[in-house]
């Protein structure tokens, strides 16, 4: 186990940050951030798509200065469908074990969060993804002249709420540095002893919402908040950046949740979709609305939270609820 491994969440461009490495992952299919950069590498002449790994394989590639990483990792993971928190962690903890021999001399490692881009708890996601790396350093499998892992995140808001995070996990030291020291990882290992494998048998919340910027507050200080205060996962489905099956992957969530929780404001025709299918399949279902006026005939004569625009309020209101209703 080492000590001075600095471990950072920063807001920016994964492609333009400058690091040893950018380790992405490869679920047998190209999305995101790894399709636009194997068309990067493609476009300046690096065959990329004949060497992407199975799963549980890996394939270093030197970019030429293609990107700002000297060296892309494809680390091979499962399909979408089968990534959760476990195969998140197992990542992480390859990641670095590929390159303790692949590229010993690594000493910048940039990595994207992996799960928030389909569905999954935001904060169960990273904190898989986080655990996984403490697992290798505690192994002592990662490239022996490693200093910094960086966390890269475009949405400068979540990259706030996970440096947050971060800190609660693993709290800055002298100057601001975060770095990795045995009786801190160990302590944070044990924080995270249920990432994972555990993640498969915690309650779940599934949020029906519209996905408009303005909801993104209601949902990560409001229901979300709410749902970590009453112990439950909160997943959902951003129609804006899912990928694969959006449909399959919403019944399928929605017939495996404790709860689904339907914010009705503004009517949105998806979320009374989700609603019904959840009504058919019997899954208990929290309704939500800012004004009653948006409620439309079918759902007037429903029990409703009502938060009248109050984040605040919504939060208060339905963390009560949840715990009053417990475990499904």
């Avoid at 798509?49 to 590639?61: A, E, V, Y």
């Avoid at 935001?122 to 499998?141: I, Y």
Wanted: charged share 25%; glycine share 8%.
């Amino acid at each position: 186990m080492t000590s001075g491994i600095a471990i950072s969440v920063q807001s920016g461009d994964v492609l333009q940050t400058e690091c040893d490495v950018l380790a992405l992952k490869y679920a047998q299919a190209l999305y995101g951030v790894d399709a636009e950069a194997v068309s990067i590498l493609q476009g300046a002449g690096i065959s990329v798509q004949p060497l992407l790994p199975k799963q549980n394989g890996f394939r270093l590639i030197p970019t030429n200065g293609a990107v700002a990483a000297k060296h892309v990792l494809f680390v091979g993971v499962s399909d979408l469908r089968r990534f959760d928190y476990a195969g998140i962690r197992a990542f992480a903890t390859r990641t670095l074990s590929a390159l303790a021999g692949a590229l010993p001399s690594t000493k910048r490692l940039t990595i994207t969060v992996h799960g928030v881009g389909f569905g999954l708890d935001e904060s169960e996601s990273f904190r898989a993804e986080l655990a996984g790396l403490l697992d290798a350093f505690e192994s002592g499998d990662y490239p022996a002249a490693l200093e910094n892992v960086v966390f890269i995140e475009r949405n400068a808001a979540r990259a706030a709420r996970l440096s947050s995070l971060l800190e609660e996990i693993l709290p800055a030291g002298v100057g601001g540095r975060r770095d990795v020291e045995p009786v801190v990882s160990s302590r944070a290992i044990v924080s995270l002893a249920d990432v994972g494998e555990g993640s498969r048998t915690k309650r779940r919340i599934f949020a029906a919402m519209p996905f408009a910027k303005e909801f993104d507050d209601r949902f990560h200080y409001g229901i979300q908040r709410a749902a970590e205060a009453a112990g439950f996962l909160c997943e959902r489905a951003d129609l804006t950046s899912f990928v694969g099956d959006v449909l399959d992957w919403v019944r399928e969530r929605i017939t495996t949740s404790s709860f689904v929780v339907a914010d009705l404001t503004t009517a949105n025709p998806n979320v009374y979709l989700e609603v019904g299918y959840a009504w058919g399949c019997k899954v208990p279902t929290v309704l939500l609305v800012s004004e009653t006026t948006d409620l439309k005939f079918d759902v007037r004569g429903q029990r409703c939270l009502v938060y009248n625009g109050s984040i605040r309020q919504l939060e208060e209101s339905l963390t009560k609820e949840l715990k009053a209703l417990g475990p499904k």
